[in-house]
């Protein structure tokens, strides 16, 4: 336990460090961090011929040798080239250098709805979240109408521009009929909530829409200093029918078949809100 501990405290802070900004990878020139994920480095570059802007996405210098290295990020560059939306990042090309290897994608530009609650503060009412989850389910269903499961829709992966939202990091994705893991063919070693967020189903998507949802919901709450933490049922004031909804993605009521069921369900929802305020 103290070998393991001590090496990936090495890796962590030696192995992994990000390149300096200003580091030349092929054509490109590295102009920030983005962030440090389980499995890769995202940088902002500039390709110096044209002047566009890339996300570079470098493999773990730990895990070049590891199942969730290079063929990792390989098999993500198979999910992006085998999609085409103007809301999902698209890949340019994949090169090595050095024994390191890189992935090059479109730069979104915008804020992530993480940093929208965190650190804007922006607040969703109730029916202005439902719409905004549904927009994010529209390009699920996109991706499951191609037979690809992103398994890893949360607010720091969707972006919004011009109040439109862009769905990113498709590290996890997988294929429908693949194996949930590079490592395993199941993921029945994991705790059950991990379990449902990882499998190769829709429902993985659909539970993470729910929690999504969720954490907009919370962004208009505001708790008593003194108040003990409670479920979300308890703290949050949702109507009947929105409640149901939440019920229904987070699966603890009979949940939704696939993304269709959803949306023709929170449409009609939406109609009904929609038609008593105009009757008013």
């Known amino acids: 336990m103290l070998w393991q501990k001590w090496k990936a405290w090495f890796h962590r802070v030696w192995t992994d460090r990000p390149l300096p900004v200003g580091t030349r990878l092929g054509s490109y020139r590295i102009t920030s961090i983005l962030g440090l994920g389980s499995y890769g480095i995202a ?29 990792m990020q390989h098999y993500e560059a198979q999910v992006l080239r085998s999609l085409s939306h103007p809301r999902i990042p698209q890949v340019k090309e994949q090169f090595e250098q050095s024994g390191h290897y890189f992935l090059v994608m479109t730069y979104m530009t915008g804020s992530t709805v993480e940093d929208l609650l965190f650190e804007n503060h922006r607040e969703y009412p109730q029916l202005k979240a439902l719409q905004l989850v549904m927009e994010i389910a529209e390009i699920v269903l996109h991706l499951h109408q191609r ?22 990091d498709f590290g996890l994705a997988r294929f ?16 059950l909530e991990k379990q449902i967020k990882r499998r190769v189903e829709p429902a993985s998507d659909l539970y993470a829409l ?28 949702i109507p009947g029918e929105l409640r149901s909804i939440l019920r229904r993605l987070l699966q603890l ?15 009609s929802l939406l109609e009904k809100e929609k038609s008593s305020h105009t009757s008013q």
């Open 43 to 71: 940088y902002l570059a500039v390709e110096e011929a044209t002047g566009e802007l890339y996300v570079l996405k470098q493999v773990k210098p730990s895990l070049r040798r590891h199942p969730k290295g290079p063929a």
């Open 147 to 168: 037979g690809i499961i992103h398994r890893d829709v949360r607010i720091p992966n969707v972006i919004l521009r011009e109040g439109k939202p862009y769905l990113i």
């Open 176 to 191: 429908l009929g693949d194996p949930a893991t590079y490592e395993s063919d199941t993921v029945d070693n994991y705790p």
């Open 210 to 237: 729910g929690h999504f949802l969720l954490f907009l919901l919370y962004s208009t709450y505001e708790a008593s200093p003194d108040q003990e933490e409670r479920s979300w049922e308890e703290e949050l004031s």
């Open 253 to 267: 009521d009979p949940p939704y078949a696939n993304v269709e069921e959803f949306l023709a369900e929170a449409r």
